[in-house]
């Protein structure tokens, strides 16, 4: 069987982008409404859940722009970003994995939503008609979605921890999801490239995993 996988596997992620590149995808909503879902990261391989989770938050990021955009609420807040990485600290050490490998790939979730922001900004900015209309309150509405992914992130990181190495596998296996994300939520460049940027360290772990 897993001689069938390891052959199969690269065919699909070379139709993905096959179809990427011949068809396209439509561009995500610049108000942060993602379209229905068209598959279930289920089928993406063993790292779907993981990445599904990374674009779902990635999403939020534009709703984290349209709360702060027009205000003086910085893209870089420090002290919130250290709650983050605290939190995933701590729940990293209660589900038994590595907290500086959990600590790594949030970093990379932040940065990834900074990139979200900064070009929402500047779309906003230069064309006023697509600002949105509705200004998400970030703590009643947006944390505490922020919140839950931070957890089912954590969960997939526990789940998939002997998998995230620096191997061909999971280069292969992280590829397919990543492309299975993009077409299911129909992401435009802007996202895609902070895509990229959430799951570039997904196959940098190890085997490890941390007891007690």
Same mark, same amino acid.
């Given at each position: 069987?897993?001689? @069938?996988?390891?052959?199969t &596997?690269?065919?699909? $992620? ?6 990427? !590149?011949?068809?396209? $995808? /439509? ?11 068209a /598959?279930?990261?289920a089928?993406w391989?063993?790292?779907?859940? #993981?990445?599904?989770?990374a674009? &779902? ?6 709703? $984290?722009a349209?709360?702060?955009?027009? =205000? ?8 919130r970003?250290?709650? $983050? ?6 729940? /990293? ?24 922001? &900064?070009?929402?900004?500047? #779309? ?5 008609? !697509? ?8 703590? +009643?509405?947006?944390?505490?979605? *922020?919140?839950?992914? %931070? =957890?089912?992130?954590?969960?997939? !990181?526990?789940? =998939? @921890?002997? *998998?995230?190495?620096? +191997?061909l %596998?999971?280069? @292969? ?15 435009? /460049? !802007?996202?895609?490239?902070?895509? =990229? @940027?959430?799951?570039?360290? %997904? ?10």
């Open positions: 069987m897993s001689g @069938v996988r390891g052959s &596997r690269p065919l699909l $992620v070379f139709s993905m982008i096959g179809a990427l !590149l011949l068809g396209g $995808v /439509s561009a995500a909503s610049a108000a942060g409404a993602a379209p229905a879902p /598959s279930a990261p089928a391989g063993p790292l779907g859940g #993981l990445t599904d989770l674009a &779902r938050r990635i999403l939020l990021g534009d709703k $984290v349209a709360a702060k955009f027009g =205000t003086d609420q910085p893209i870089d807040d420090p002290a970003e250290q709650q $983050v990485l605290d939190s995933v600290r701590q729940l /990293s050490l209660a589900a038994g994995i590595d907290p500086a490998a959990s600590v790594r790939f949030f970093r990379d979730q932040i940065e990834a939503n900074k990139i979200v922001q &900064r070009g929402l900004y500047g #779309l906003w900015t230069a064309h006023p008609e !697509l600002r949105p209309a509705h200004r998400p309150d970030l703590a +009643t509405e947006v944390r505490p979605e *922020l919140d839950r992914i %931070t =957890t089912g992130i954590i969960e997939q !990181l526990a789940a =998939t @921890v002997s *998998l995230r190495r620096p +191997t %596998t999971c280069a @292969v296996d992280a590829s397919f999801a990543k492309i299975s994300a993009e077409l299911r939520w129909h992401l435009d /460049s !802007l996202h895609r490239q902070a895509l =990229t @940027v959430a799951l570039r360290s %997904t196959c940098s772990g190890s085997a490890r995993a941390v007891s007690g």
